[in-house]
């Protein structure tokens, strides 16, 4: 599902995506009418611009990722402010997508979340986690376990790599392990961190519960 202000931008958007294995299911022009519409299609991955008439793409992430446990929701804007980025991250998003990418490389994002893969620039990536990891130091007595057991070594290591960005095939070739090895620990720390997916787990982890 899209929600734009611009037509012209989500037909655009439309084009880029629509393909055998990828339907987009609806669009909105505002945050008030993809509330609603959202929740009535319920789709697998939710595009967001951040500057929409009324209440903010942030407002309408707020609203939805409680509501929506299952959807992926993807910030796709022409903002590279950092708070924004952070903001976003904090409040359950997926990813954290800019305008100025290329329609191939939008497709192969948008997959990728569908895989549980952050969808973020590794510059974005990097630096949202060095800033909530800062923010997380700065909160005494806090864990880095959620409610499950501590994490291994290894799976702190892989964790950090899926914060920068990095997909299970290239943790993998920079570990030396197989792919299938990398899901495996991709899996346990899903499951000690109580998190829905990699993104949620790289922000439970940077945020220290």
């Given at each position: 599902?899209?929600?734009?202000d611009?037509?012209f931008?989500?037909?655009a958007?439309?084009?880029a995506l629509e393909?055998?294995?990828?339907e987009?299911?609806?669009?909105a022009?505002s945050?008030?009418?993809a509330?609603?519409?959202?929740?009535?299609?319920?789709?697998?991955?939710?595009?967001v611009d951040?500057?929409?008439?009324?209440?903010?793409?942030?407002?309408?992430?707020?609203?939805?990722?409680?509501?929506?446990p299952?959807?992926?929701?993807?910030l796709l804007?022409v903002s590279?402010?950092?708070?924004d980025?952070?903001?976003?991250?904090?409040?359950?998003?997926?990813?954290?997508?800019?305008?100025?990418?290329?329609?191939?490389?939008?497709?192969?994002?948008?997959?990728a979340?569908?895989q549980?893969?952050?969808?973020?620039?590794r510059?974005?990536?990097?630096?949202?986690?060095?800033?909530?990891?800062?923010a997380?130091?700065?909160?005494?007595?806090e864990?880095?376990?959620?409610?499950?057991?501590?994490?291994?070594?290894?799976?702190?290591?892989?964790?950090?790599?899926?914060?920068?960005?990095?997909?299970d095939?290239?943790?993998?070739?920079?570990?030396?392990?197989?792919?299938?090895?990398?899901?495996?620990?991709?899996?346990?720390?899903?499951?000690?961190?109580?998190a829905?997916n990699r993104?949620?787990?790289?922000?439970?982890?940077?945020?220290?519960?």
């Amino acid at each position: 599902m899209l929600v734009d202000d611009h037509a012209f931008v989500r037909a655009a958007i439309v084009q880029a995506l629509e393909g055998p294995d990828l339907e987009v299911v609806a669009q909105a022009s505002s945050a008030e009418e993809a509330l609603d519409r959202a929740l009535a299609v319920r789709p697998d991955v939710l595009l967001v611009d951040i500057d929409l008439p009324g209440a903010s793409g942030l407002h309408l992430l707020r609203d939805l990722a409680p509501r929506l446990p299952e959807t992926r929701i993807v910030l796709l804007t022409v903002s590279t402010d950092q708070r924004d980025v952070t903001e976003a991250m904090r409040l359950g998003a997926a990813g954290y997508l800019t305008k100025d990418m290329n329609p191939d490389a939008l497709s192969r994002a948008v997959r990728a979340v569908l895989q549980g893969d952050l969808a973020m620039p590794r510059r974005l990536a990097a630096a949202t986690m060095r800033e909530l990891a800062d923010a997380a130091r700065r909160r005494p007595g806090e864990g880095r376990t959620g409610g499950g057991s501590a994490l291994t070594a290894r799976e702190e290591e892989i964790l950090r790599m899926l914060a920068d960005g990095l997909t299970d095939r290239e943790i993998g070739q920079a570990l030396s392990i197989s792919t299938r090895t990398v899901e495996s620990h991709v899996g346990n720390i899903l499951r000690k961190l109580d998190a829905r997916n990699r993104a949620d787990a790289a922000r439970k982890y940077a945020e220290g519960r």
